[in-house]
């Protein structure tokens, strides 16, 4: 049944935002988790933004053939694709294999290893001390890295499309600063926030009802992934159908 699971994901969530013991132990452990989840996120999603950008300029200036329409056309999609979709969606994927596994993994060593027994015999919030500084981190690096991951696709897209001769400088820069609609970048903040928290809950949740060893940390670190990628692309189509 879907109905117990769920039931234990919303306790977990409810314990993790409970009022916390002492602030400075958690500010540390956020401090922590922002530079592993935004600095240690920031390669991968370089190098893949910047051959998002560039793939997607070359193919469609491969489909825009016709002479009635304009080069500068292929700045225009690749800036709104790259700010709605492909930004948020796609380097939320990769986030969620990278960040989500290592996250889901952390907790369940740490579960079948009894040491969150033990953080709860000393008294301590285990959900709030393990997985609110992880929330926290991830619903404020996330977007950053959404920023960034636009600015470098649209950059991408500019070498790729000025090195293939598909258009000149002038016309894709024509095309990314024409007729932009700046609500496009409020939906990709939204989706880039609700996205950070169904990763950062779901690998949680996966992690902190681990039971078993290293075999069965194994396997929750994979439905981890599997299970945010679905409810990535999901709450996507939910977003857009609300917002567009």
């Not at 890295?145 to 000149?168: D, K, Q, R």
């Amino acid at each position: 049944m879907i109905f117990h699971p769920l039931g234990k994901y919303i306790l977990l969530l409810k314990a993790a935002f409970r009022r916390p013991e002492k602030w400075n132990i958690y500010r540390k452990e956020i401090m922590h988790e922002m530079v592993s989840i935004g600095v240690g996120s920031l390669g991968i999603i370089a190098i893949i933004s910047l051959f998002l950008g560039a793939v997607t300029t070359v193919q469609t200036a491969f489909q825009l053939v016709s002479d009635f329409i304009p080069k500068s056309v292929i700045g225009m999609i690749l800036r709104d694709s790259s700010v709605l979709e492909l930004s948020p969606t796609i380097s939320s994927i990769v986030l969620a294999g990278k960040v989500g596994s290592s996250i889901s993994s952390q907790i369940g060593t740490m579960r079948v290893t009894e040491q969150i027994d033990a953080l709860e015999i000393m008294g301590i919030n285990s959900p709030g001390y393990l997985i609110l500084p992880k929330i926290i981190a991830a619903v404020t690096m996330i977007p950053l890295l959404v920023i960034i991951s636009i600015g470098l696709t649209i950059f991408g897209g500019y070498i790729a499309g000025t090195a293939s001769g598909a258009l000149t400088a002038q016309e894709f820069t024509t095309g990314i600063t024409s007729d932009f609609n700046s609500f496009t970048l409020t939906v990709s903040m939204v989706k880039a926030v609700v996205f950070a928290f169904l990763i950062t809950t779901i690998s949680a949740y996966q992690g902190f009802y681990t039971s078993g060893g290293a075999l069965e940390v194994g396997q929750s670190s994979t439905k981890a992934v599997v299970i945010s990628c679905i409810a990535i692309l999901f709450s996507d189509y939910v977003i857009a159908q609300l917002m567009l």
